[in-house]
């Protein structure tokens, strides 16, 4: 899947357009959150990762994001409903970063990218939402991070 939409553009705005994508990101983001602390999944959660770059370029699917929240929350630590499809990305990818396995350091910047790219289309977020996106910008902006390594400017 990861290939086709990246060699071949059309067929990447076709799965975007689909309104039954919702239902693959729901499943891409659950298998990531759930596959955080388990050294056996790291492989799909990089694949998640990447698919999740490419789509997050484009405009159509950070719109699409707006779409109230159908279905059920399967996120086993976020109590409550979630407001938005953007809401379970931020809390998802901002759970990645904060409490992820550290093998998946390396996909930070890929995350923290994901989210840069919908948040320009992104109306409005939940409280649990902003919360988590408050937790990664004080753990991203501590001097211990930050002198950890030269990227981490």
Not at 31 to 58: D, I, K, Y
């Amino acid at each position: 899947f990861w290939r086709m939409i990246e060699e071949n553009p059309r067929f990447l705005s076709y799965v975007i357009a689909d309104e039954s994508f919702s239902q693959l990101l729901v499943a891409m983001l659950h298998f990531m959150h759930e596959g955080r602390r388990n050294p056996a999944q790291l492989g799909l959660v990089h694949l998640v990762t990447f698919v999740l770059l490419l789509v997050s370029g484009e405009r159509v699917f950070a719109i699409n994001l707006n779409r109230p929240f159908v279905g059920k929350n399967t996120l086993s630590d976020t109590p409550g409903p979630i407001g938005t499809y953007a809401d379970m990305l931020f809390l998802v990818c901002g759970r990645l970063v904060l409490d992820g396995h550290e093998k998946l350091e390396n996909i930070h910047e890929c995350l923290l990218t994901v989210l840069a790219n919908v948040s320009y289309y992104t109306k409005s977020l939940s409280m649990q939402s902003c919360v988590r996106l408050l937790k990664l910008f004080e753990h991203l902006s501590r001097p211990r991070f930050l002198f950890a390594a030269e990227k981490h400017y």
